[in-house]
């Protein structure tokens, strides 16, 4: 699957963002903080790209705090906001772009006043896009990225949900499951695939991952047996379009763990900024009730 297929699932179902811990509502209050204050400082009626945009929840919390920005979003993905997501305020105030890459803009030169994104820009290269970003700047043009911090908190999580899905990979049990539902192998054989999974010590099993998956198996195998003349490719199409999930989901988290950048990386980042004319600086960004790192902050302006 390629990584651009796995974030057109992800964006197509209706999720709003891609790299913040759901149950923290701190994380997205101290985001939002951020980009208020950004927004705010920006005057009316300027031209605003924000990159990676995937269902343009930063655009969406730039126009509410500055109505009268002009924004223009991207993505590489397959993005369609107005027809993916459940809650389309503010969508008709912004112009999707689908399919662009970042590293090769399709925009003139020093025509946006500010640039932005959160965790996006990190998983493009890095020495393509900063150039295309600083070249579509004008004079004075404000940027300002949210970007994955190599200790942050999603990144020790997403390691042990890339480890469980590869564990699972491994098992064979999804290869022998479509074996079974192809009526190429017993339930007793499959059922013997299942235990020897759940019994690897290796494995630390989660409701979200494991637990889904053998729930989902199970349905089918309750389907197929209530009856007998089931259409097997309807069972079949069932079983492939949860394995596409789940490798998509599975791609998504590697690219979020290789994207993630430790300081040192942070500083060559705002070097490359300064050779191509822009000054950049940056800070961690962290809860303050326990110094969790939610990811890095660099802002600055085009000279």
């Not at 699932?9 to 994380?27: A, F, G, M, V």
């Not at 019994?199 to 007998?228: H, M, R, W, Y």
């Not at 822009?278 to 303050?288: G, N, P, V």
């Amino acid at each position: 699957m390629q990584d651009t297929d796995a974030w057109s699932l992800y964006w197509q179902n209706n999720h709003q963002e891609s790299c913040i811990t759901p149950c923290n509502e701190t994380d997205s209050t101290i985001l939002i903080d951020i980009w208020q204050n950004f927004a705010l400082d920006l005057k009316p009626n300027f031209e605003l790209l924000d990159l990676a945009t995937g269902n343009g929840s930063v655009a969406r919390r730039l126009i509410s705090f500055n109505k009268q920005l002009k924004v223009t979003a991207v993505d590489q993905a397959s993005i369609d906001p107005t027809k993916y997501v459940d809650d389309n305020i503010l969508l008709d105030n912004i112009q999707f772009v689908a399919d662009v890459n970042i590293e090769k803009l399709p925009f003139e030169q020093n025509i946006f006043d500010a640039v932005t994104s959160q965790f996006g820009l990190e998983y493009s290269n890095l020495s393509l896009s900063i150039p295309e970003l600083v070249r579509v700047l004008k004079q004075a043009g404000r940027f300002l990225f949210i970007m994955h911090h190599a200790d942050s908190e999603v990144v020790g999580p997403a390691k042990l949900k890339v480890k469980e899905f590869n564990l699972i990979f491994e098992s064979n049990l999804l290869h022998d499951f479509e074996l079974f539902l192809s009526n190429n192998l017993s339930l007793e054989e499959l059922n013997k695939t299942g235990e020897k999974l759940l019994n690897n010590p290796e494995l630390i099993k989660s409701n979200a991952i494991t637990g889904q998956i053998f729930s989902a198996i199970d349905k089918l195998i309750v389907l197929k047996n209530q009856n007998k003349k089931q259409n097997a490719e309807v069972l079949l199409n069932t079983l492939q379009n949860m394995t596409n999930r789940i490798v998509a989901e599975n791609s998504r988290l590697e690219q979020l763990i290789s994207s993630s950048l430790t300081q040192i990386e942070i500083e060559a980042l705002c070097n490359s900024l300064k050779n191509e004319g822009a000054k950049a600086t940056f800070k961690s960004i962290t809860l303050s009730d326990n110094q969790s790192v939610i990811g890095w902050e660099i802002k600055g302006y085009k000279l």
